[in-house]
């Protein structure tokens, strides 16, 4: 039953934005740490931003121009992404993962494409 469902994505000219959501179930969102992940075709999946309770972090390449968030009481993580470029396309995904049971556990939602192109 847990579920992480991603929505926002789309078509956006280079330079503009958009706003990725992720809501989840069936987990204790609080107590997780949340990613988001992109994978453009061909190539390999990376991260993009975590937030923690206490830290965000941002890859290189979006710093500046991406901010991730969350909305605990909704069992949500937002990433806003701005100044938009054509290598932001990519199917982007969350990730909730927490070893609050003594291991790591990950789970993955299903991706939201965005396009960024003229």
Do not use: H
Not at 1 to 25: D, F, I, M, T, Y
């Amino acid at each position: 039953q847990v579920q992480l469902v991603e929505s926002g994505g789309g078509l956006v000219q280079p330079g503009g934005s958009l706003r990725l959501s992720c809501a989840a179930s069936g987990i204790t969102f609080s107590s997780y740490t949340m990613s988001w992940y992109r994978q453009a075709p061909g190539k390999e999946r990376e991260l993009v931003a975590t937030i923690t309770s206490a830290s965000t972090n941002y890859a290189d390449s979006v710093k500046g121009r991406f901010t991730i968030s969350r909305d605990n009481a909704k069992n949500s993580v937002y990433l806003q992404m701005n100044n938009l470029k054509p290598e932001d396309t990519a199917v982007y995904y969350c990730k909730a993962f927490s070893k609050s049971r003594g291991y790591p556990v990950n789970f993955w939602g299903q991706g939201t494409q965005v396009t960024v192109s003229s």
